[in-house]
């Protein structure tokens, strides 16, 4: 069975969150990245990968995104400053 990630990513100022799914978190990154489609990402320069989790497979990560999508900005920060206080670019710790 294949793992999958739900993850946050932000812009440098660190003010817009988007929470996204994918069964290929470096790929999925990357493509954030590097603009690749023209998304909500690209319009607010989301590319700064400040959480993430991994999930047993793509279902049990689709319930959780919904979860994290549902919260306050509150809980999302909150989920953020457990994993990494500092709000740094996880990309490379995922490489």
Not at 17 to 22: A, R, S
Not at 35 to 41: I, R, T
Not at 80 to 92: Q, V
Request: charged fraction near 30%.
């Amino acid at each position: 069975m294949k793992n999958a990630y739900v993850y946050i990513i932000t812009n440098d100022s660190n003010e817009v969150l988007y929470t996204g799914v994918t069964s290929d978190l470096v790929k999925r990154i990357y493509e954030h990245k590097n603009k690749f489609v023209d998304s909500f990402s690209k319009k607010y320069n989301l590319t700064k990968l400040v959480y993430y989790e991994v999930c047993d497979d793509i279902q049990t990560a689709i319930t959780r995104e919904k979860q994290i999508k549902g919260g306050s900005r509150q809980r999302k920060t909150k989920l953020i400053d457990e994993m990494n206080g500092a709000w740094i670019d996880l990309y490379d710790s995922i490489l």
